[in-house]
């Protein structure tokens, strides 16, 4: 088997099949990892192992989440943690010459038949390290065999590794030994945690070959050192202090395996959600909040599908005791044990079931719980003495274990309110006739218009951010400065359609006309204009990927309105979105009210920017900008240090992935159009393996009005 199936081949292999519920049995097989995928996971984890074994001999890595929780996909990122058991910090004198292994794995890559050979799996193979190791599930990992082509060419390939020189490696020591002393001088005291977790990622960096990218999270609620793998082409992160998360992983493999309905139903939400920027950091949900909703939507069916925790809870054997942070995580480690569920509905009535509950929950006021399988009540407040600290926001969804833990705590109301919106358009959409049957004509059918990142749907699904008032060309020439100095990307620009006759340039609204502080303000004009009335002009490829990204433009997806449209000409279709457009956030908002003002919908978004990003600015922008106003004493203007920003955090990304022979790929691609009004700005990821799109979206809903509002002169911009 080759590479995993790229989204036009998963289109027309789901076309393909014969009902929805075949959809989604399908949907697994083509986006699960496949045997080759987890052996390569298995090499990572190892080689990981070796090398953290020198500094704590005895601690083991773990995986957990998406690599063993049964709803792994192609490309997704590597959770480990890095278990110390009850070891103290570091054993190994920094100064000490290193262990041969360490030398060899300074200098050279390891050799990966010999890493292959090693009898068992990291996880399964490591003798216990501490006392709560008998606890530790076992991982679902697929053990190592030697003959994974895949593993072994990408870990042996002598030409993805990145040479290391003397320097690089006196380099490498010299930062290990800091960090090292570091950890030392803090022993007990309140920053070890933070050197530790620095510490780790100097071994990373510095002993792991491969490994780029370094760059630890000491604020997040659990902190981690992420990483880059490059021969593997994985990412990752390391936790320090993660056990819960080792049962939540198995918690839910366990469900996997008690109905087999589970994973086609999570796999489809986990794509559903992702089409529709509901899933991601900040304020969206995480995968595992999305997973955990789903399981207690399907403890909630009559007769339930899954069982409560409680149940579970009972039934662990004397063996099966576990108590993790105080927490109980015990559950019994077979399946057998438990009578299938008498629940019977198909798949696609338990997805259009999910889709309408989720829109009709009560949600604020309620914490569904995943150990009692169903809502209680907190409108009152919580049970008197019971899990404080628990933060209740407009959606609670209770940790299993971690009972004092809402896991979307992080969710807005705003994104809690366009998750039950999307819920129920998709609600409405399963009542069609294009969704139960499979299209004679070749039309998209089924889960189709569900799954599809199309424009339509990211029109329908990711919030519009709306657009300061300013004359039509400056707020284009605007808005490609931001996306160039501001974000560093790469940009092409085309226009998709002719401007509307008779749009004239100036918004009657008129707005302020001051002129721009850009160079090349005039240049860019001109050719916007250009673009704008001439229509389409640039290359065939850049029309291709935005086409590909659309979907087929010709056909409307997506929701109960488009099913009803049925074959009406496009115009209408451009009104659904309009309307969409505008009923889609809070009509209450400030912004939209003023963006209601009566605007007819256009025949279409232009002009249209094609964009490739490399780096993720937007991570640390506010300490950065902060250091840099400081150091210049208000000298700067508020623009200019945005700007100085973007360029610092891109050159520290790229001093840490050092020199490289052939420029990495983008981390994102996506394009961006202005609503023919001038009045909203519209993304659209192209590819996003990282699933980065929803953190990028996030952060120019506040960045970019703001930022466009400095450059336009409207107003002040902080
Ligand atoms: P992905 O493919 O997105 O990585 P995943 O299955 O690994 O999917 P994640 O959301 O990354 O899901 O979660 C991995 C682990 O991180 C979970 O098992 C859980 O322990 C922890 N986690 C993630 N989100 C939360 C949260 N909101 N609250 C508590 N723990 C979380
Ligand atoms: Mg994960």
Request: hydrophobic residues 35%; contains cysteine.
């Amino acid at each position: 088997k080759g590479a995993p199936p790229d989204d036009q081949q998963l289109t027309q292999a789901l076309a393909e099949a014969p009902d929805v519920e075949a959809q989604m049995v399908k949907l697994v097989g083509l986006r699960e990892l496949s045997e080759a995928e987890r052996q390569l996971r298995g090499l990572v984890v190892m080689l990981m192992q070796e090398v953290f074994t020198e500094f704590f001999p005895g601690c083991v890595i773990r995986p957990f989440g998406s690599s063993t929780n049964g709803f792994g996909v192609h490309g997704c990122d590597l959770d480990l943690f890095l278990d110390m058991g009850s070891l103290e910090g570091p054993q190994r004198d920094p100064k000490a010459p290193a262990s041969p292994a360490l030398d060899s794995a300074l200098a050279s890559p390891l050799d990966p038949q010999a890493l292959a050979s090693t009898p068992a799996s990291p996880v399964d193979s490591q003798a216990p390290a501490s006392p709560q190791d008998s606890e530790t599930p076992t991982s679902s990992l697929a053990p190592l065999t030697p003959d994974s082509a895949l593993a072994s060419e990408a870990l042996a390939s002598p030409q993805s590794l990145p040479p290391v020189s003397p320097i690089q490696e006196e380099l490498r020591e010299k930062d290990l030994g800091e960090a090292w002393e570091l950890v030392g001088a803090l022993k007990g005291e309140e920053g070890e945690g933070e050197a530790m977790l620095e510490l780790v990622g100097s071994v990373l960096r510095g002993c792991v070959p491969g490994v780029h990218s370094v760059r630890t999270v000491p604020s997040a609620r659990r902190p981690v050192v992420k990483f880059c793998h490059r021969p593997s082409g994985l990412h990752g992160d390391i936790s320090l202090s993660n056990r819960l998360a080792l049962y939540n992983s198995r918690f839910l493999n366990f469900c996997c395996e008690l109905d087999r309905r589970v994973r086609p139903l999570v796999y489809t939400l986990r794509r559903w959600a992702q089409g529709r920027g509901l899933t991601g950091s900040g304020p969206l949900l995480s995968n595992y909040a999305l997973t955990l909703l789903v399981i207690y939507f399907l403890q909630t069916r009559d007769p339930p599908v899954l069982p409560p925790l409680t149940k579970l809870t009972q039934m662990a054997g004397e063996e099966e005791q576990v108590e993790v942070d105080g927490w109980d995580c015990s559950f019994p480690q077979e399946v057998s044990c438990l009578e299938p569920s008498t629940n019977t509905e198909p798949l696609d009535a338990l997805l259009a079931q999910f889709f309408a509950c989720v829109s009709s929950w009560e949600l604020q006021g309620s914490l569904l719980s995943l150990r009692e399988g169903r809502p209680l009540p907190i409108a009152e407040g919580l049970p008197p003495g019971l899990w404080g600290g628990l933060r209740v926001g407009p959606l609670n969804v209770q940790d299993p274990f971690d009972l004092s833990h809402n896991v979307a705590a992080n969710v807005t109301s705003r994104v809690a309110g366009r998750l039950q919106n999307c819920c129920r358009d998709s609600a409405n959409y399963c009542r069609s006739l294009q969704f139960q049957r499979r299209s004679p004509r070749g039309r998209d059918w089924g889960l189709l218009p569900l799954l599809q990142p199309s424009s339509a749907n990211s029109l329908l699904s990711v919030t519009p951010i709306p657009l300061p008032l300013a004359p039509f060309s400056q707020l284009c020439a605007a808005i490609t400065q931001v996306l160039e100095e501001m974000l560093g990307c790469q940009v092409e620009q085309s226009s998709k359609r002719p401007r509307p006759e008779g749009d004239g340039e100036e918004r009657p609204q008129g707005g302020p006309s001051k002129r721009l502080r850009l160079e090349r303000e005039e240049e860019r004009k001109g050719s916007l204009q250009d673009q704008a009335t001439e229509g389409r002009q640039d290359g065939a490829a850049v029309e291709e990927m935005m086409l590909a990204a659309d979907g087929r433009e010709d056909q409307p997806s997506a929701t109960g309105d488009v099913g009803q449209l049925g074959e009406q000409p496009q115009r209408l279709w451009q009104h659904v979105i309009e309307r969409k457009e505008k009923e889609l956030e809070n009509p209450g908002t400030e912004e939209m009210e003023t963006a209601q003002g009566g605007e007819e919908a256009g025949p279409g978004m232009t002009p249209t920017w094609l964009c490739a990003l490399w780096h993720r600015v937007w991570l640390g922008r506010r300490r950065l900008r902060r250091q840099l106003q400081q150091q210049a004493k208000g000298e700067i203007s508020w623009l200019q240090a945005e700007a100085r920003v973007t360029q610092e955090l891109i050159a520290q990304e790229s001093k840490k992935q050092g020199k490289e022979a052939e420029p990495p790929p983008p981390l994102l691609t996506f394009t961006a159009s202005v609503s023919p009004s001038g009045q909203f700005f519209t993304l659209t990821q192209l590819q996003d393996p990282q699933g980065l799109f929803p953190d990028l979206h996030h952060f120019l809903q506040g960045f970019l009005p703001r930022t466009l509002r400095g450059i336009l002169g409207c107003e002040k911009g902080d």
